[in-house]
């Protein structure tokens, strides 16, 4: 399926690396503390003087910190689909992978810091992906978040009849985009539908996870 944007494996890689709409959140937000049942395994940042920092510019690389849920509260079901289609790739990802229940073909990209993942489904394509690394931009205002997402609020706009949805959780910077065909599927203009697809994303696998 091709888009007005280029082939979905192309914009797969760019997407992961551009983390799409959360460039602002991603680089004005603190990252989430672990919750309840989760576990660190990212150090932060420590503390440092300004002298032994130097002066912040702005687009500096920081490594968000991770709160890795437990292995118990991945979804065996869709972890099962997404293993028969990349395999034990799934648990070299550097982030907790989330992703989509629908069932369909699957494609995983994965890169020092983040993952990338694709599930081509009947007249639509769910496209989710997650970073460890966030720019620095101290001096650029935030704008605030425009809906409320999975348990917080993130950032859902639509662009060239792409639905784009961005967010943190687990620490990590999130995105997730919906394309899809309106003459096969039904719900393709309704916002409403599109959240809930959002909203019923779940935790599949990651390395830092305990087994």
């Not at 689909?81 to 699957?106: T, Y």
């Not at 989710?128 to 609020?153: D, I, N, W």
């Amino acid at each position: 399926m091709t888009s007005s944007r280029g082939t979905i494996p192309g914009r797969a890689l760019a997407a992961a690396l551009a983390l799409s709409a959360c460039t602002l959140a991603c680089s004005t937000h603190e990252a989430s503390p672990p919750a309840s049942g989760e576990r660190s395994t990212t150090a932060p940042v420590a503390a440092r003087s300004t002298a032994e920092r130097g002066t912040v510019i702005g687009g500096e690389k920081v490594a968000r910190v991770v709160a890795w849920p437990h292995a118990g509260t991945r979804d065996a079901t869709v972890r099962a689909q997404l293993l028969a289609s990349v395999g034990d790739r799934l648990d070299a990802a550097p982030v907790p992978v989330l992703a989509p229940p629908q069932s369909g073909r699957s494609t995983l990209s994965l890169g020092p810091s983040w993952y990338a993942l694709t599930v081509h489904g009947e007249g639509f394509l769910l496209h989710t992906h997650g970073s460890a690394e966030a720019r620095l931009h101290p001096h650029v205002r935030a704008y605030e978040p425009t809906h409320p997402m999975r348990g917080g609020a993130g950032y859902l706009t639509r662009n060239e009849e792409v639905w784009s949805a961005s967010w943190i959780e687990h620490g990590v910077a999130y995105g997730f985009e919906i394309e899809c065909d309106r003459r096969v599927v039904p719900w393709c203009d309704d916002e409403r539908a599109v959240q809930e697809r959002l909203e019923s994303l779940v935790y599949v696998g990651g390395r830092g996870g305990a087994r």
